[in-house]
């Protein structure tokens, strides 16, 4: 497997790449992105698993935000959020269903046998990661999310051009949760690298 990133990448430089973190085949990626302390973007796709199951509804209605959900519990589980710690993960769609899951990682967390992939527990690795408001630009998402993590991980998306930012914006805005100015103010020295 190769995979070139550049020596001195840019931001907003992307490689597109299915992982799934148990593949021990990843282990040097996660290693070099560790080492260069990666911002890392995830975005969902349309899992094998789960296209076409309600022919009335696309299945990014459903699935993208259930894929980002899959995405972050593999990251956690298996240990990789722990190993490589100066990753910088940002999710898209607000951390897809994962506010609403809480209960049910925490669970699977207090049972899990092997505590040393999650030493610190899975709400202190949640709230390491970014998050962003790309689909999750309303009241019940938002509220979700704030009520786990605080502004400082939360980065305003506008997953364009599925949206207008215009409208990510009015969504983000309109619900008293109004995040603009903290949002902005928590981006820079993020995507500074500090």
Wanted: charged share 20%; aromatic share 8%.
């Amino acid at each position: 497997m190769a995979i070139t990133v550049p020596d001195a990448p840019e931001p907003g430089d992307a490689i597109s790449i299915d992982v799934d973190a148990r593949d021990a085949a990843f282990a040097p990626v996660w290693q070099e992105l560790e080492r260069r302390k990666s911002v890392i973007y995830t975005h969902p796709t349309q899992g094998t698993c789960c296209r076409n199951l309600i022919a009335e509804v696309p299945t990014s209605t459903i699935e993208y935000a259930t894929d980002t959900s899959r995405t972050i519990a593999s990251i956690l589980f298996t240990g990789t959020a722990v190993r490589y710690p100066g990753i910088r993960w940002i999710f898209s769609h607000g951390g897809g269903t994962v506010p609403f899951l809480l209960s049910r990682f925490t669970t699977l967390e207090a049972n899990m046998k092997d505590k040393s992939k999650l030493p610190n527990g899975v709400v202190h690795e949640l709230r390491r990661f970014y998050y962003d408001t790309a689909q999750a630009n309303h009241a019940g998402a938002l509220a979700a999310l704030m009520k786990l993590v605080p502004v400082s991980q939360v980065v305003l998306g506008t997953d364009y051009p599925f949206r207008r930012a215009i409208d990510e914006i009015a969504g983000v805005t309109h619900y008293d949760i109004n995040l603009t100015p903290e949002l902005s103010a928590a981006a820079v020295p993020f995507l500074q690298g500090k």
